[in-house]
């Protein structure tokens, strides 16, 4: 058989040497003023209708891009710092009561495996006594809830009862939510102070986690629903 080839050469066409260029020697994707985010549900989400759904209370003034990047990921791809931001500051966002988690992409990152394990949210502080209402204490109960961004100065409410005072606060989905803390007033007594957690529509009632619905609580593999207790 080998000999059958003896006799033949290569032409021109084929002794020209071929160039492979290395990767990196591509142009590199830029992923400025980008967000990776994912909606934490079993459901499939429309994304046609997704994509409408946001771009009204966004008001992009230049412009964005949404891709289904795959495996339940989605890139929204703005074109000015303004609009990021303002997206960013304005979350938490929801699609179907679904909150979608975000972040941004930084350079050399792989935008498909980037951890999607935080939110930012407003929580109001129910109960709190009026001279508790303070920088000092609602930031050491925003960092209890998780991390203390800012307190809103304009929704104060101190009309009886009903009082509160509105943190934001970045949070970890893999914690339960927090529900309340007990504080001592400047006379010793003790008294508990209550959170709301404003667009949180969707958590599991049994464990207060917000990765997943009380329906995939695992528990619920040894015991009867009825029989475990809201968290």
Same mark, same amino acid.
């Given at each position: ?93 929801? %699609? ?8 941004? !992409?930084? +350079?050399?990152? #792989?935008? &498909? /495996? ?88 969707? %958590? ?8 997943? !619905?009380? +329906?995939?609580? #695992?528990? &619920? /593999? ?10």
């Amino acid at each position: 058989m080998k000999s059958d080839f003896n006799h033949l050469s290569l032409s021109d066409e084929e002794d020209q040497e071929l160039i492979i260029k290395h990767p990196e020697s591509s142009t590199p994707v830029s992923y400025a003023f980008c967000l990776v985010g994912i909606f934490l549900t079993y459901d499939r989400i429309n994304f046609q209708l997704m994509r409408e759904v946001f771009v009204d209370p966004w008001n992009p003034l230049r412009g964005i891009l949404i891709f289904d990047w795959g495996a339940k990921l989605y890139l929204f791809k703005f074109f000015n710092a303004v609009d990021l931001e303002r997206v960013i500051s304005g979350a938490p966002w929801l %699609f179907n009561k679904q909150l979608l988690f975000f972040s941004t !992409i930084k +350079s050399g990152e #792989d935008s &498909l /495996l980037i951890p999607l394990l935080h939110v930012d949210v407003w929580v109001e502080v129910c109960d709190l006594k009026l001279g508790f209402m303070n920088e000092i204490v609602v930031s050491s109960l925003g960092n209890f809830i998780g991390s203390f961004l800012e307190y809103d100065t304009t929704c104060l409410n101190i009309d009886g009862e009903d009082s509160f005072m509105k943190i934001r606060v970045h949070m970890d989905i893999q914690n339960p939510l927090k529900r309340k803390k007990k504080l001592v007033d400047f006379d010793g007594n003790p008294f508990y102070i209550t959170f709301r957690y404003q667009r949180i529509q969707i %958590f599991c009632y049994f464990c207060g986690k917000l990765v997943h !619905i009380d +329906s995939f609580y #695992d528990l &619920l /593999l040894h015991h009867k629903k009825e029989d475990l207790k809201p968290f």
